[in-house]
């Protein structure tokens, strides 16, 4: 039974069986699997499969443009146990594709989660994984989304073959896995035996590492005669077996011959072996006994699942098949001190096809790919000269003994600790400062080479300066920097990284600024804006308020509001007075620029009642009654614009649109008795009433 379980469908999966074991003609073959850019279908063309037991997705580019695959909605029942789900597939075109690889949760942003990057080789099968997609316990039921970015196909058809999503950690929690002390090459993982239930690369042989029944590991030895403590280190001791595919090609599938072609000699070629010995021992050429749980982890995480068997002696011997004259290799172990890289190094004379910027050969990569170990990053330089240390089993400085020509140097140390400070103009410049490698590498230093944020900025300083000015850098903004120096072998290793922040600039101006009455009109006003859109690399602190009472002039009423809060209330105004205001954002840097103007003038209040309002008899005294009035004192804070007139305690005039006060009264009856009022009138409305006298008009 399979330990080790595949969250896609038969059909996703691209099975060549369904779930009654029945085969399905391509022809007929339904998937779920979609593409953009691109129109796909099922194959059993011979060239795209890497398994009889699988079909292919055949994608064909409508254009040169990016082609995506993706399939959603695959389902990841809830679990008891915490997992990290993964997707792995095989990929393969005419050119070396650029691969983005994403798994998710369906509907969901990617978040936290990186898409994998990978560059696969032409013209052979590549695996290709996404991120780790976490899973915690009791997260519910889950449906996930697989996407595949493809570019830089040049228009080729691109194969997939044996997608699977897995927890990846079904695998490595298997004690047998976790003690391994040997990592299985290419050709076992081909050769695997028959199981039903669930499928996933390289399935087959998971299950017979994991499984440590006797009968079993005895079935599937009597099957292909391999060695048992290959398979199974340490669980059957010494074995009676002496034949193997990696020295007996007549043994090996067809599809692993050009890889078996790399060795020679009657003894096995065995991958990584870690002992407590020191690297460059017999047989520990890569890695000490305490590294091997670790790289085991990395390398499934990596989806390095074993290419070739990785002696020093397969890789020289590949490298060689595409050098001319004496065809010197030299191999350095630990590459920029870590555990998973290897180094290969050629003679610039003898390597015809290299990189004139990068000093790096793509055939030359190309040649050792099959051979190289499992799990390995390997990197090709071309140099001029080889050069050997006591203290490495790679390259160094043993004395200058010197291989390969008269010059007798390799590039150089590392610059020490690199120094970041502010520029001339500190908010888009910042000055590096380095001290010379300890060891020129037996060549002067020449110039320098500098990296920000991981990318070449200056390939080559041209002067042995020990200082650059970066220019040109957005304010506010952590930059990080790696330095190297450059002799006649070529550019050394990095310093280590520093990093340097350029200072911010004031902000850009408050936008949209709108001034309101506030709940007392007459001497309150809101202001409200919008954030600036730049706010110049740091962060707003707060906002300065500048006020103009009837064009008195400008004052700053609020210097800093302390907040960032975009809104204010300003208070205790006078009626009746145009108020202009502008608003400026601050930040570290001080006080940016000023918004737009706002314009509001404060509401006037209700005039007071007018005085002294008097009656007398007009012409004729009978039907006419002269009014006369003095203006309030008090006006409201606005002109008086007319006034209002009340008779018998009735508006008879709304007003009278004049400042007079005077007024008559007319058509009124003989001997009546009349009563009237007066109210001033401004820009707020009518105030209080005057006095009311009375009169009475002449008899007949």
Known sequence: MATTRNYLSLANH????????????????????????????????????MDIDYYALEIMPTNLGKVTLYLNSISVP?????????????????????????????????????????????????TVRSNIWPLFRYEGDKTGTIELDFE????????????????????YRNSVVRSSRTVIPDAYWRLDFEQSDPQFPMYKLLDTL??????????????????????????????PWTKSTLTDPTLADAGNMDWLAQFTGSG???????????????????????????????????????????????????????????????LIPHFGTHAWKIQVQTLRSETQDFDASTFSSDDVLDAVAQASPMGYEIFHMAVLFFAFTLGNVGLGRLGLGVLGGPGGYVPPDAPGSLSISAGGTPSTELTLTWPAPA?????????YLIRRDGSIIVANTGSTNL???????????????????????GAGDQSPSASGTTDPIVSNAPTSLTAAAGSTPSSMINLSWVTPVYTGGAAIVGY???????????????SNTGSTATTYARTGLDRAVSHTYSVKAINSAGVGAASNTAVLTTAAELPGPPTGLTLTAGSPAMTVISLSWTAPTETGGAAISGYRIKKNGSIVVADTGTTATTYSATGLTAGATYTFAVAAINSAGAGGDSNVPSLTTSGS
């Open 152 to 171: 830089n196909h040049g228009g080729n058809i691109i194969y997939l073959t044996i997608p699977a999503v897995i927890n990846h950690f079904d695998f």
């Open 467 to 489: 200082t650059y000015t970066d220019t040109g850098r957005s304010p506010g903004t952590a930059y990080s920097y790696t330095v190297a120096a450059i002799n006649g072998a």
């Open 78 to 126: 809830e679990f008891l146990m915490a997992r990290e789900m993964i997707f792995h597939c095989q990929v393969k075109c005419a050119t070396d594709v650029d691969t983005t690889t994403s798994l998710f949760e369906t509907g969901q942003p990617m978040g936290l989660l990186t898409a994998n990057t990978k560059k696969t080789t032409r013209d052979q099968f590549s």
């Open 14 to 49: 691209l099975n060549i069986y369904d779930s009654d074991y029945s085969r399905v003609d391509a022809s007929v073959y339904t998937t779920s699997w979609q593409a953009l850019n691109a129109t796909i279908r099922v194959t059993d063309t011979p060239t795209a499969i």
């Open 268 to 330: 096995l070629k065995g991958n990584i072996v870690g002992t407590d010995q020191p690297a460059g021992t017999a047989r520990d050429f890569y890695t000490a006994s305490t590294d091997i749980n670790a790289f085991l982890q990395w390398q499934l995480e990596n989806s390095y699942y074993g290419r070739g068997a990785g002696t020093r002696e397969a890789m020289i011997s590949a490298a060689q098949r595409v050098l001319t004259g004496n065809k010197d290799v030299a």
């Open 210 to 239: 994991t499984n440590t029944s006797n009968d079993v590991m005895q079935l599937f030895s009597n099957w292909f005669d391999h060695e048992l403590d290959e398979l199974a280190p340490g669980l059957t001791g010494t074995e």
């Open 544 to 558: 300065q308020i500048t006020e103009n009472r009837a064009g008195a002039g400008d004052v700053v009423i609020v």
């Open 439 to 447: 060891y020129n590498g037996g060549d002067v230093v020449s110039a």
